[in-house]
């Protein structure tokens, strides 16, 4: 894969993120090699997180320039859309609200340990407790402290329950 | 030409035969005739006899029968003056008996009436003081009756009563045994339930102190040791 698309892909963290990016692309797309007064490529970008927006910027500052082709510039387009396009989503479910920092955490732990290719899906649900749960590919796995109080208590309910009857004697 | 003579003398002999019919016939006619005749002769002569003797019959009758109408007439009116006589005689006579005998009627009648009445009283005097007594017998039978009734009512319920007592008794304590085990039974479904509550309590509270009581950055590191489990179990591949 191309070294800037992979650098691009190391930057968009989440599922909603890839989203914002290939709509600007789209529009990017669209106008960039068609109308002649066209605005300045920071404009397609704008919307997007600095670091990302930086990076698109000067990627495409040198990719639509005059050394280089239009169909080489079409070409990369397409690629970097098509490469979005198959990233795997990784549905992450935590108890708390992440911030952006958390966020970047979490992505760059899955970017360097597992793939490149990956993105984060994050839902909040506070009833697991604490911990995660992960779906990926099809596959489920529950590593919340929920689960793990659930095998606690079913494990030792009946030393519980004999605590219980103790107490109400 | 045989036949012709047979026929011949047939017939002849029955012409022979018819005409001597015939004469006999007319000999007797003539003599009937003439008897006839005579016979209305006679007739005729009766009959002149006879209208004329009547006459003096019947006026030989008619004499005869004036005289004895007179004579009954006289009768009649003898016996009708004597009738009169009789009559008003025979009416005093039974004017004075038919008052003799109304009065003997009515000293009768009046004696009869008073007979009656007396006997009328007595029968009715007996016949009051049969009923009083029927009555009293009869009253105290029924009483007799009412009171010996009674007492077997009184027995019978006494008895009635006390068989109820003990099947009441009996389905009492049956059924007060049925409820003690239906409470028992209940008790220990409801204990039962709260331990189970207490129980989901507990673990409810367990989440949520935990949950609670923890830190944002150990929840990051709960996370990321999430995925290291993930890793470690080769969910990613």
Known sequence: ?169 | MLIDPIIFIFLTASTAILTVILLAIVISYAANLSKFHRVQQINFQLQAELSQKPLRLLEDAHGKALEIISQANKQANEILSNSELYKQESQASLKEKMDSLEKNQQDAFHKASQELQEAYKIILNQVKEEDINTLKNITKDIESDAVSEFKEFTNALEKETINAEKIAKKEIDEEYLLLKKELDTYKQEQLQKVDEDIYSVLYRVSELVLSEGISFDHHKQLVIEALDQAKKEQVFK
Not at chain 1, 28 to 46: C, Q, R
Not at chain 1, 62 to 89: D, G, H, P, W, Y
Request: negative net charge; aromatic residues 8%; charged residues 25%.
């Open chain 1, 1 to 169: 894969m191309d070294k800037a698309i992979d650098t691009i892909l190391s930057l968009v963290k989440t599922k909603s993120e890839a989203g914002e990016v290939l709509f600007c692309l789209e529009n990017f797309a669209g106008t960039i090699f068609l109308s002649k007064e066209k605005p300045p490529i920071a404009e397609y970008f704008s919307r997007l997180k600095q670091e990302l927006a930086d990076e698109l910027i000067h990627t495409f500052t040198e990719k639509v320039s005059a050394e280089t082709s239009r169909s080489e510039a079409e070409s990369f387009l397409k690629q970097l859309q098509t490469a979005l396009r198959n990233c795997k989503i990784l549905q992450l479910t935590i108890a708390f609200h992440p911030d952006d920092e958390t966020i970047a955490l979490f992505s760059s732990w899955v970017k360097k340990e597992i793939a490149n290719n990956i993105l984060l899906d994050i839902q909040t649900d506070k009833t697991i407790g604490a911990g995660a749960l992960i779906i990926i590919d099809g596959k489920y796995k529950d590593y919340s402290i929920r689960k793990k109080i659930a095998g606690v208590f079913q494990i030792q309910k009946d030393e519980i329950l004999g605590l219980l009857s103790h107490a109400k004697q």
